[in-house]
């Protein structure tokens, strides 16, 4: 490869995808026309929305009685939408604060009506999540909301919080798709494309089709789920060509093996890293403890900001771009989305060795 790609999202894409998109790119199967030309209202591009749709819920291991949507806004976008659609007046909803996602996704649905905080790790710097005793959910909430994976702490969940009958709803943007979960915990899960998907541009939202039936009509039609369900999310114009790169993706991962396989090697190229790091005895510092550490966004520290800086000129000059840690934290982040491949993290972890051999 040109260079090792570890950035958080916008992200590394599987170059079988990129091919193929460039090879149709200028005349979509005998149309004539670019993908990027075509009508959203076309029979081909009809075609991919419904496919799309499709291998996303079999990859889920969904059935009809759940929906996808193709909307814009990115994640943070469903972070108002969810709470209008759901949290109407009376009503209380629980959040699960594990990280900074979590903690703008509380944010907005405060501005729209009554929310709890059913557990925080904050006090920890968000370094794990909540055990199951610590999660203190009301009786009968709207809805409980978590990250699934915390992209810029690098915690992430392993076994989901006891929700009994409540409507659980999960951002899944950062780890869509890149291990087998069990999808019918959930009412609603989504995930903006940007990391595990394809390209920025679209979000995916996927939901029990009587869950998404409950807005209030006293919000904007472009704002209710039920608008967009019932158009096939094709209510407005769609984001087609990230729609058409997610189908592509969508394929690939199925010729991969399916998210079996994907989060074996997952899970491989995590421990790995995490190894690396834990044998450095102390260059390298993990920041999430070993039982919420995220497969997909490995976190760590240096000793100070002197080190880390020069870690990530060295680094960018070796080839490995994208390791900075979010400007909101700092230190050194690699995103290890489905794309990334075992060469990569083996690449990256020999460069740590020889840096820290060298400055340690
Ligand atoms: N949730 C998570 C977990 C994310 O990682 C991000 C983006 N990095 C967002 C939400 C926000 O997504 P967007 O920028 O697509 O609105």
Same mark, same amino acid.
């Given at each position: 490869?040109?260079?090792?790609?570890?950035?958080?999202?916008?992200?590394?894409?599987?170059?079988? *995808?990129?091919?193929?998109?460039?090879?149709?790119?200028?005349?979509?199967?005998?149309?004539?026309?670019?993908?990027?030309?075509?009508?959203?209202?076309?029979?081909?591009?009809?075609?991919?929305?419904?496919?799309?749709?499709?291998?996303?819920?079999?990859?889920?291991?969904?059935?009809?009685?759940?929906? *996808? $949507?193709?909307?814009?806004?990115?994640?943070? $976008?469903?972070?108002?939408?969810?709470?209008?659609?759901?949290?109407?007046?009376?009503?209380?909803?629980?959040?699960?604060?594990?990280?900074?996602?979590?903690?703008?996704?509380?944010?907005?649905?405060?501005?729209?009506?009554?929310?709890?905080?059913?557990?925080? +790790?904050?006090?920890?710097?968000?370094?794990?999540?909540?055990?199951?005793?610590?999660?203190?959910?009301?009786?009968?909430?709207?809805?409980?909301?978590?990250?699934?994976?915390?992209?810029?702490?690098? *915690?992430?969940?392993?076994?989901?919080?006891?929700?009994?009958?409540?409507?659980?709803?999960?951002?899944?943007?950062?780890?869509?798709?890149?291990?087998?979960?069990?999808?019918?915990?959930?009412?609603?899960?989504?995930?903006?494309?940007?990391?595990?998907?394809?390209?920025?541009?679209? +979000?995916?939202?996927?939901?029990?089709?009587?869950?998404?039936?409950?807005?209030?009509?006293?919000?904007?039609?472009?704002?209710?789920?039920?608008?967009?369900?019932?158009?096939?999310? $094709?209510?407005?114009?769609?984001?087609?060509?990230?729609?058409?790169?997610?189908?592509?993706?969508?394929?690939?991962?199925?010729?991969?093996?399916?998210?079996?396989?994907?989060?074996?090697?997952?899970?491989?190229?995590?421990?790995?890293?995490?190894?690396?790091?834990?044998?450095?005895?102390?260059?390298?510092?993990?920041?999430?403890?070993?039982?919420?550490?995220?497969?997909?966004?490995?976190?760590?520290?240096?000793?100070?900001?002197?080190?880390?800086?020069?870690?990530?000129?060295?680094?960018?000059?070796?080839?490995? *771009?994208?390791?900075?840690?979010?400007?909101?934290?700092?230190?050194?982040?690699?995103?290890?989305?489905?794309?990334?491949?075992?060469?990569?993290?083996?690449?990256?972890?020999?460069?740590?060795?020889?840096?820290?051999?060298?400055?340690?």
């Amino acid at each position: 490869p040109m260079v090792y790609n570890f950035n958080a999202g916008p992200a590394i894409l599987p170059p079988a *995808v990129l091919a193929e998109a460039q090879a149709e790119l200028r005349d979509y199967r005998g149309t004539g026309m670019s993908i990027l030309e075509l009508s959203h209202r076309s029979a081909e591009y009809e075609a991919i929305n419904a496919e799309a749709q499709s291998r996303l819920k079999s990859l889920l291991g969904l059935g009809d009685e759940y929906r *996808v $949507l193709f909307l814009q806004g990115g994640a943070s $976008l469903q972070f108002a939408m969810i709470p209008l659609n759901f949290l109407h007046p009376g009503a209380v909803a629980d959040y699960l604060l594990t990280g900074a996602w979590s903690e703008k996704a509380l944010a907005e649905s405060a501005t729209v009506g009554e929310v709890r905080i059913a557990a925080s +790790t904050r006090a920890g710097g968000y370094r794990e999540v909540p055990r199951r005793a610590e999660v203190a959910l009301a009786d009968a909430p709207a809805y409980v909301h978590l990250t699934s994976n915390e992209t810029i702490h690098g *915690v992430q969940w392993h076994e989901w919080p006891d929700c009994g009958e409540r409507p659980l709803i999960a951002d899944m943007s950062s780890d869509i798709l890149s291990r087998p979960i069990d999808a019918r915990r959930f009412a609603l899960l989504y995930a903006g494309a940007q990391k595990n998907l394809g390209p920025a541009g679209a +979000t995916i939202v996927v939901a029990r089709a009587d869950f998404l039936d409950r807005a209030p009509d006293t919000i904007p039609a472009i704002l209710r789920y039920a608008t967009h369900a019932k158009a096939d999310s $094709l209510y407005n114009t769609p984001p087609s060509f990230a729609v058409y790169l997610i189908l592509l993706t969508l394929r690939w991962i199925e010729a991969e093996g399916g998210i079996e396989a994907l989060g074996e090697r997952n899970s491989h190229k995590a421990a790995t890293l995490y190894n690396a790091i834990d044998a450095s005895t102390g260059f390298y510092r993990g920041h999430a403890t070993p039982q919420s550490r995220s497969l997909m966004n490995v976190t760590f520290r240096l000793a100070n900001d002197a080190d880390e800086k020069r870690f990530l000129a060295e680094a960018t000059a070796a080839g490995f *771009v994208g390791l900075a840690g979010h400007r909101s934290v700092g230190g050194i982040r690699a995103s290890l989305y489905n794309a990334m491949t075992i060469e990569g993290v083996n690449a990256l972890t020999g460069f740590m060795g020889d840096f820290a051999r060298r400055r340690g």
